[in-house]
T-cell receptor, first 113, second 109 residues
Framework: DVKVTQSSRYLVKRTGEKVFLECVQDMDHENMFWYRQDPGLGLRLIYFSYDVKMKEKGDIPEGYSVSREKKERFSLILESASTNQTSMYLC????????????FGPGTRLTVT | GEDVEQSLFLSVREGDSSVINCTYTDSSSTYLYWYKQEPGAGLQLLTYIFSNMDMKQDQRLTVLLNKKDKHLSLRIADTQTGDSAIYFCAESITGKLIFGQGTTLQVKP
């Protein structure tokens, strides 16, 4: 079974803090994705990566950066957390770029106070 | 531009059929997906359809695609309380998924 794990289920941070969200997949997938989920807005793509050390901006990259130093690990970084980044963050991975299933982690609910 | 729209809420009685609708705008979509999210969990793929198909059936699930109207639907036959969840449709464009807002399905006993 494919497993995508995220470092925390719940996280509370203060405004201005640097926040790291970690995602690890165990199926040797090339492709990894970070989304945020907000009620009434669905999932919005923040960043994605098709290979190690490679990253591409999604639809809402402002205020975020990512790191992919190893194939299995994709990190989302909030350089200076703000209250409007309070959200559910979902990581996903996939084997094929087009037409394949994206496997999702359980999500990290981040609250910025 | 890319946009996927769904109604936000659907309530049905146990045993009835549920139909969740979705419209999308980008005609270059290659695959269209239905994902399910149970409370406190990530998304799980339910089914998908290739853009040159009209219909796909998988046990209690039937997906209908009207490419001319850019309309996708998911029918769940004999809906059970365990089907209560949020259902997302998504279109695949150059490997990226564009998601709708999600439809919360409430199943009343």
């Amino acid at each position: 079974d494919v497993k995508v794990t995220q470092s925390s289920r719940y996280l509370v941070k203060r405004t201005g803090e640097k926040v790291f969200l970690e995602c690890v997949q165990d199926m040797d997938h090339e492709n990894m994705f970070w989304y945020r989920q907000d009620p009434g807005l669905g999932l919005r793509l923040i960043y994605f990566s098709y290979d190690v050390k490679m990253k591409e901006k999604g639809d809402i990259p402002e205020g975020y950066s990512v790191s992919r130093e190893k194939k299995e690990r994709f990190s989302l970084i909030l350089e200076s957390a703000s209250t409007n980044q309070t959200s559910m963050y979902l990581c996903a991975s996939s084997f094929v770029r087009e037409g394949g299933e994206q496997y999702f982690g359980p999500g990290t609910r981040l609250t910025v106070t | 531009g890319e946009d996927v729209e769904q109604s936000l809420f659907l309530s049905v009685r146990e045993g009835d059929s549920s139909v969740i609708n979705c419209t999308y705008t980008d005609s270059s979509s290659t695959y269209l997906y239905w994902y399910k999210q149970e409370p406190g969990a990530g998304l799980q793929l339910l089914t998908y359809i290739f853009s040159n198909m009209d219909m796909k059936q998988d046990q209690r699930l039937t997906v209908l695609l009207n490419k001319k109207d850019k309309h996708l639907s998911l029918r769940i036959a004999d809906t059970q309380t365990g089907d209560s969840a949020i259902y997302f449709c998504a279109e695949s464009i150059t490997g990226k998924l564009i998601f709708g807002q999600g439809t919360t399905l409430q199943v009343k006993p």
